[in-house]
């Protein structure tokens, strides 16, 4: 679909990807772009339309819905990551905040919007999921299931919403120059990178982004070298566990 023209809304849109996304939707000549954000005063771009929205809590999701009843476009981005392995200490909580906000935050988005872009012609879903939602990395692991849940969710939502014209898009990346990656000493992706791929696969129709060079490789090596990148990811935790670090 065209993003000239369209109307947008970009959850968790106040910083970091979110951020990105909405002003890569604005510079392609998006009519308007809604700026979801838990703190709508965090978004002080005049192009922007701050709209208040926490992914989690229902009552705001449907006021969302409510005033955001012209979008065409829906980008779930919002995203929170605790950095817990498997069988930590606190990892079930982890795992549930994480699956509040990155699945049933995203589910309850989709569920909410998907009548709205039928009334409105089709229009697009991007959920941002993450190279983690194709293997399981031991260091973030309760994060990875969140994420690779948000896969099957946006997969499905995918074939049910495909009769009525709209497209829905996963997006993927290795680390991102964000808040959510500050800790990481790796090579990282800019935020802008992946919002002007994202925009590419809209307008081409695309199911999946694959939107740089961690999320090629990765995609690569899970499906044509298995083994080999699981012996690297059990050296990674093989090497935390002895002291070795990250
Ligand atoms: N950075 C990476 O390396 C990386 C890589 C792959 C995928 N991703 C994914 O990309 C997305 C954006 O991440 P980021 O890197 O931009 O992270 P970030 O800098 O930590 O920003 C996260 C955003 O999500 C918002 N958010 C969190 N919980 C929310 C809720 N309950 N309702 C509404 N908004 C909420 C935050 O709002 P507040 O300011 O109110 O907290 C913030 O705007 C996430 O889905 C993340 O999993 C990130």
């Given at each position: 679909?065209?993003?000239?023209?369209?109307?947008a809304l970009v959850t968790g849109a106040n910083r970091g990807l979110g951020k990105a996304f909405a002003e890569?939707?604005?510079?392609?000549?998006?009519?308007?772009?809604?700026?979801?954000?838990?703190d709508p005063a965090a978004i002080t771009d005049p192009r922007l339309t701050p709209v208040s929205l926490d992914v989690t809590q229902s009552v705001s999701v449907a006021a969302a819905a409510e005033r955001c009843g012209d979008a065409t476009i829906l980008i779930n981005n919002a995203g929170i990551l605790l950095g817990r392995p498997m069988l930590a200490a606190g990892s079930e909580q982890a795992m549930r905040q994480e699956m509040e906000v990155n699945v049933y935050g995203v589910l309850a988005m989709m569920r909410a919007f998907a009548p709205i872009l039928a009334r409105n012609g089709g229009g697009?879903?991007?959920?941002?999921?993450?190279?983690?939602?194709?293997?399981?990395s031991p260091l973030n692991?309760?994060?990875?299931?969140?994420?690779?849940?948000?896969?099957a969710v946006t997969d499905a939502a995918r074939m049910e919403l495909k009769a009525q014209g709209?497209?829905?898009?996963?997006?993927?990346?290795?680390?991102v120059d964000t808040d959510m990656a500050a800790g990481?000493?790796?090579?990282?992706?800019?935020?802008?990178q992946v919002a002007e791929r994202t925009l590419e696969g809209i307008r081409a129709g695309v199911d999946?982004?694959?939107?740089?060079e961690r999320a090629e490789q990765v995609r690569h090596d899970t499906r044509?070298?298995?083994e080999a990148f699981a012996a690297g990811l059990q050296a990674l935790w093989d090497g935390r566990a002895a002291g070795v670090g990250r």
């Open positions: 679909m065209n993003i000239e023209g369209s109307v890569a939707l604005i510079g392609a000549g998006a009519a308007k772009v809604y700026a979801g954000a838990r697009a879903i991007a959920n941002m999921l993450s190279v983690v939602s194709w293997f399981t692991a309760t994060y990875g299931a969140s994420k690779r849940a948000a896969l709209t497209q829905v898009i996963g997006i993927y990346a290795g680390f990481i000493d790796r090579p990282k992706t800019s935020p802008r999946h982004v694959l939107a740089d044509f070298k298995p």
